[in-house]
């Protein structure tokens, strides 16, 4: 397979998870955010008991790997070409700082205790606090998607045949510095 076309795969692949990611975390905000949080305890006992089967917890770890790994996999194969390079370095830096570190450091716990300590743990102040931070927080998720997916969505515009230099440099390497 050519560089050009697992470049194009890369692409399209994070184009389609990002995507994914900030859609499932957009219907996560108007469908179930509202049933989670909204009179925290008792919403986060009912959360418990219907989300046993399947939830965000199952859904959105393999596909931020996928994410992950077509930003490597992308930033590798667009190196080359300045003028994608950057697009694709973009969507990587705003969905690792948003998505990935910002659930690490800020989502994870709350969720432990929010969801994983035993009932009654936490007084009926605390999780209310703990729960709005979370809502809070998830603004900044849901932006840091949004921006992540536009980014991604401009490299495989300009891969594409947007840009004059970025087209050139992927048919004919030898005339992008003649645009340069």
């Not at 509202?34 to 917890?57: E, K």
């Not at 790997?65 to 077509?70: C, E, K, M, P």
């Not at 989502?107 to 709005?132: C, K």
């Amino acid at each position: 397979m050519s560089r050009t076309t697992l470049t194009s795969i890369s692409l399209i692949v994070l184009v389609w998870a990002s995507m994914m990611s900030f859609g499932g975390v957009a219907a996560e905000t108007v469908m179930l955010y509202p049933n989670i949080f909204g009179d925290p305890p008792a919403s986060l006992d009912r959360a418990r008991a219907f989300l046993v089967a399947g939830g965000p917890s199952d859904y959105f770890p393999p596909l931020g790997a996928t994410v992950v790994l077509s930003c490597l996999a992308a930033t590798a194969l667009t190196w080359q070409h300045r003028g994608l390079r950057w697009w694709v370095l973009g969507a990587a830096a705003v969905y690792v700082a948003c998505e990935f570190l910002f659930s690490v450091l800020f989502f994870w716990p709350r969720n432990e205790i929010m969801f994983s300590d035993p009932a009654g743990t936490h007084s009926v102040e605390y999780l209310r606090q703990v729960a709005e931070e979370f809502v809070a927080g998830h603004w900044v998720r849901l932006g840091g998607g949004a921006v992540t997916a536009a980014l991604a969505f401009v490299a495989l515009l300009l891969w594409f045949g947007g840009a004059p230099t970025v087209r050139a440099e992927r048919v004919q390497p030898e005339r992008a510095e003649a645009l340069r």
